[in-house]
């Protein structure tokens, strides 16, 4: 795998934003009909502001359309209202993202009765219509900010791995499907591979460390379990106020499979290795679903910082920080 001839310097936890940032502005502009080139964040397909959500309301809730109404965020998927003081709505932006949000209306309310952190079960629903074509949600607002903005305190090595391990119980054979999560990690290995190559070429976060914990990931058995996943717990999808966990947000990829998709996360939550250790033994996780948790946070990590250096600091700095805690555990074994 080539290697860049220019390095980074290794950045400390702190430094991460601000090194992403500045990559983001010196990385080259994604070329369109290059399928190795990440294109960053989606664009939306259609346009969403206070007004629209506003004569949605009326529409459809109308007990609701007068309280205070503000955007809070877009990823790529939905974007987010803030609704009074108790609420937020929450609209799909392109089109991919309308079966997601089913799979949360319709999976949630069942998977909430059994986790130990709250989520923001669909409340109330609004249906497709002129004004806008695509299905949404009213939830409930969760307290806290996202864990790349404050990160979860060590101590909550043990109730992560409670969230998990509530979580990860066998699946209905109609949960929704995803080819992406959940699946054998040779499935992935071509995209990430071609990822790898491009940040061995514009960073230095791919060391050897982080080659050979993916090769040991491809080279772990695979399970036949099928389980409930979240499917993408990353910092951004994860609320956490004074150092503790108060929410598990975004949950359009829930899933089931293989269980070390969602144990990727401890590499990119915890920053201590220790508590990264503890939550794994609480959980309970064999050796083989360490490796291969060990292999998943690799691809989190790479697709985050790859994307993110096109266009998104925040998620750049979580790949990073990924990264460097994976080689930093490697290092240490």
Same mark, same amino acid.
């Given at each position: 795998?080539?290697?860049?001839?220019?390095?980074?310097?290794?950045?400390?936890?702190?430094?991460?934003?601000?090194?992403?940032?500045?990559?983001?502005?010196?990385?080259?502009?994604?070329?369109?009909?290059?399928?190795?080139?990440?294109?960053?964040?989606?664009?939306?397909?259609?346009?969403?502001?206070?007004?629209?959500?506003?004569?949605?309301?009326?529409?459809?809730?109308?007990?609701?359309?007068?309280?205070?109404?503000?955007?809070?965020?877009?990823?790529?998927?939905?974007?987010?209202?803030?609704?009074?003081?108790?609420?937020?709505?929450?609209?799909?932006?392109?089109?991919?993202?309308?079966?997601?949000?089913?799979?949360?209306?319709?999976?949630?309310?069942?998977?909430?009765?059994?986790?130990?952190?709250?989520?923001?079960?669909?409340?109330?629903?609004?249906?497709?219509?002129?004004?806008?074509?695509?299905?949404?949600?009213?939830?409930?607002?969760?307290?806290?900010?996202?864990?790349?903005?404050?990160?979860?305190?060590?101590?909550?090595?043990?109730?992560?791995?409670?969230?998990?391990?509530?979580?990860?119980?066998?699946?209905?054979?109609?949960?929704?499907?995803?080819?992406?999560?959940?699946?054998?990690?040779?499935?992935?290995?071509?995209?990430?591979?071609?990822?790898?190559?491009?940040?061995?070429?514009?960073?230095?976060?791919?060391?050897?460390?982080?080659?050979?914990?993916?090769?040991?990931?491809?080279?772990?058995?695979?399970?036949?379990?099928?389980?409930?996943?979240?499917?993408?717990?990353?910092?951004?999808?994860?609320?956490?106020?004074?150092?503790?966990?108060?929410?598990?947000?975004?949950?359009?990829?829930?899933?089931?499979?293989?269980?070390?998709?969602?144990?990727?996360?401890?590499?990119?939550?915890? !920053?201590?290795?220790?508590?990264?250790?503890?939550?794994?033994?609480?959980?309970?996780?064999?050796?083989?679903?360490?490796?291969?948790?060990?292999?998943?946070?690799?691809?989190?990590?790479?697709?985050?910082?790859?994307? !993110?250096?096109?266009?998104?600091?925040?998620?750049?700095?979580?790949?990073?920080?990924?990264?460097?805690?994976?080689?930093?555990?490697?290092?240490?074994?």
């Amino acid at each position: 795998m080539a290697r860049a001839s220019w390095r980074a310097p290794l950045k400390r936890e702190g430094q991460a934003e601000a090194w992403a940032g500045r990559l983001v502005r010196e990385s080259r502009v994604p070329d369109p009909l290059d399928p190795l080139t990440t294109p960053g964040t989606p664009a939306a397909e259609r346009s969403i502001d206070e007004t629209l959500v506003r004569q949605l309301l009326r529409d459809q809730h109308p007990d609701l359309a007068d309280a205070a109404l503000r955007p809070i965020d877009s990823g790529w998927d939905n974007a987010m209202f803030r609704l009074g003081e108790e609420y937020a709505v929450r609209l799909p932006r392109r089109e991919l993202a309308v079966a997601f949000l089913r799979h949360e209306q319709e999976w949630l309310p069942g998977l909430a009765q059994v986790l130990p952190v709250p989520v923001p079960t669909p409340l109330r629903t609004g249906r497709p219509s002129e004004r806008f074509p695509w299905p949404w949600s009213i939830v409930p607002w969760l307290p806290g900010q996202t864990a790349d903005v404050a990160p979860p305190a060590s101590q909550q090595a043990r109730p992560l791995a409670d969230f998990l391990r509530a979580l990860h119980r066998p699946a209905p054979a109609n949960a929704p499907a995803n080819g992406l999560r959940g699946v054998p990690l040779r499935k992935r290995a071509a995209d990430l591979e071609a990822r790898l190559d491009r940040l061995g070429r514009s960073t230095d976060r791919i060391t050897p460390e982080i080659e050979r914990v993916w090769q040991r990931a491809l080279s772990a058995p695979e399970t036949t379990r099928s389980d409930w996943l979240h499917g993408d717990l990353h910092p951004r999808n994860v609320l956490v106020q004074e150092g503790a966990i108060t929410g598990i947000v975004d949950w359009g990829d829930v899933t089931a499979g293989d269980v070390a998709t969602d144990l990727a996360s401890v590499w990119m939550l915890l !920053g201590d290795a220790g508590a990264r250790d503890e939550c794994l033994r609480q959980y309970g996780a064999s050796p083989e679903q360490r490796a291969r948790a060990e292999g998943w946070a690799v691809f989190f990590g790479a697709v985050l910082l790859d994307s !993110g250096l096109v266009d998104d600091p925040r998620h750049a700095a979580v790949g990073e920080a990924t990264l460097r805690r994976l080689a930093e555990d490697a290092i240490r074994e």
